[in-house]
Nanobody, 126 residues
Framework: QVQLVESGGGLVQAGGSLRLSCVAS????????MGWFCQAPGKEREFVAA????????WYGDSVKGRFTISRDNAKNTVYLQMNSLKPEDTAVYYC???????????????????WGQGTQVTVSS
């Protein structure tokens, strides 16, 4: 079992920045892809970013490319999402997901993730 705890959400004005963190329990963090997804009211969960276990591979959703950066610290069992140039349409609950051990499927698909955190709310005002 892996437990994920997100933090760092909040209210920010358009153009501002936030840094989300997700801390994982257990000893398998370094073997798992990690991803961030978001879900706005009335919408499906949407892919934001993912990072491979070695950090050499990263993926981003089209709407966040050039604005968001995903990173990880395997020594701290933590994955981060640096969010810059935030827009009102970024408003959503952001979820951290832990992929399968040495998983190789499409990291942009939510069913590739075995564990999820409780989510952290990000609200961007105009």
């Amino acid at each position: 079992q892996v437990q994920l705890v997100e933090s760092g959400g909040g209210l920010v004005q358009a153009g501002g920045s936030l840094r989300l963190s997700c801390v994982a329990s257990g000893s398998t963090f370094s073997t798992r892809r990690m991803g961030w997804f978001c879900q706005a009211p009335g919408k499906e969960r949407e892919f934001v970013a993912a990072i491979g276990w070695s950090e050499r591979a990263v993926w981003y959703g089209d709407s966040v490319k050039g604005r968001f950066t995903i990173s990880r610290d395997n020594a701290k069992n933590t994955v981060y999402l640096q969010m810059n140039s935030l827009k009102p349409e970024d408003t959503a609950v952001y979820y951290c997901g832990a992929g399968r051990t040495y998983g190789v499927g499409d990291p942009r698909i939510s069913n590739q993730y075995d564990y999820w955190g409780q989510g952290t709310q990000v609200t961007v005002s105009s």
